[in-house]
């Protein structure tokens, strides 16, 4: 079992099947949120689903408008389970926080692990706690 200690920027606790991602997503015109599926041509895991997941990945790219497209996600129950980055990402912060307040019975924590995250790897049980912790089994 791999344990890392996150840094909880939007707490919560989660778990499902992780996925790591390569490189930084955007989430205006790299997600399809009606169901979570990676659009992105150019990404390496373009044709993956997010939905559900455990999301590891370095960090978000681009558009300030990703996160109304990571809030309408939640909305729609297709957002990932929660987000695992290695560097805070202020839209994706705005994002969880805005479909927090939106959708109150519905979350998406959000934890910084810069120590440990190379660690993280895809496939595996993920379970985030409200401490920040990760486990993968």
Known sequence: MVSVEAIPIFPGSAQGPSLVLDQPLSWWGGIDPRDG???DAHHPQ?????????LILPGGRGSSGGSAVL?????????????VLEEVDPI?????????????????PLVVAREGYDLLVSGR?????????????
């Open 71 to 83: 809030a309408e996600s939640v909305r729609l129950m297709t957002a990932p389970a929660a987000l």
């Open 125 to 137: 049980a993920t379970r985030i706690r409200t401490d920040g912790r990760i486990e993968q089994s």
């Open 37 to 39: 599926t990676i659009i």
């Open 46 to 54: 373009h044709g993956q689903s997010t939905a559900g997941r455990v």
């Open 92 to 108: 994706l912060v705005v994002g969880v926080i805005v479909a927090a307040e939106l959708y109150p019975d519905r979350s998406c």
